[in-house]
């Protein structure tokens, strides 16, 4: 079982499920279905990555800052 799949967590109770009620019932040709439909992204979803994107961007930015700030220090002293 790949358990860093998304959807495992969710389909191992079903075959679980699936595989009791195969030897309880003693018929093979027993078997559950299973749909899974995704909700759409919605619009907080979406400016949460835009905001994290951006203070990434703003974190990478002020660390270069101060290592140009700091290499130019050295080179002086």
Do not use: W
């Not at 799949?5 to 093979?28: E, G, H, N, R, S």
């Not at 974190?59 to 002086?76: D, E, K, L, P, Y």
């Amino acid at each position: 079982m790949n358990m860093t799949c998304t959807d495992c967590p969710v389909l191992y109770p079903q075959f679980m499920y699936d595989a009791i009620l195969k030897v309880a019932t003693d018929d093979d040709e027993v078997s559950f279905t299973t749909r899974n439909t995704p909700y759409p992204i919605t619009n907080a979803v979406i400016q949460r990555k835009v905001r994290s994107n951006a203070l990434s961007v703003i974190f990478i930015t002020g660390v270069a800052m101060s290592m140009i700030c700091s290499s130019v220090i050295g080179h002086v002293v």
